[in-house]
């Protein structure tokens, strides 16, 4: 049974970093894609980052790109999604997803397995 558990997420002000974590059970990680997304209230789940299961490519979301950077450390079947200059319109519960494979994906539906996600705020 797969199994992911995010941690790191907390209350910070405009402008402060956070580094989320995402540890998985279940599954033989280096065969994963790991991806981020998140959910605002009132708001559809959307993506945020990716990477591929070797750690070669990894994707971003454009709102995102240049602040955040994921990396995974498969030894630990860890992944983490690192968070700078963070802004309130980055206020949102954080969703761990994984999907068997090698290709980076952006596409929700394409991963089946999820974390029950971490919230993060951010204030002005």
């Known amino acids: 049974q797969v199994q992911l558990v995010e941690s790191g997420g907390g209350l910070v002000q405009a402008g402060d970093s956070l580094r989320l974590a995402c540890t998985a059970s279940?599954?033989?990680?280096?065969?994963?894609?790991m991806g981020w997304f998140r959910q605002a209230p009132g708001r559809e789940r959307e993506f945020v980052a990716a990477?591929?299961?070797?750690?070669?490519?990894?994707v971003y979301a454009d709102s995102v790109k240049g602040r955040f950077t994921i990396s995974r450390d498969n030894a630990k079947n860890t992944v983490y999604l690192q968070m700078n200059s963070l802004n309130p319109e980055d206020t949102a519960d954080y969703y761990c997803?994984?999907?068997?494979?090698?290709?980076?994906?952006?596409?929700?539906?394409?991963?089946?397995?999820w974390g029950r996600g971490t919230q993060v705020t951010v204030s002005s």
């Open positions: 990477i591929s299961s070797s750690s070669s490519s990894t």
């Open positions: 279940g599954l033989t990680f280096r065969l994963y894609v």
């Open positions: 997803a994984g999907r068997y494979g090698t290709v980076a994906l952006s596409t929700a539906s394409t991963y089946p397995d």
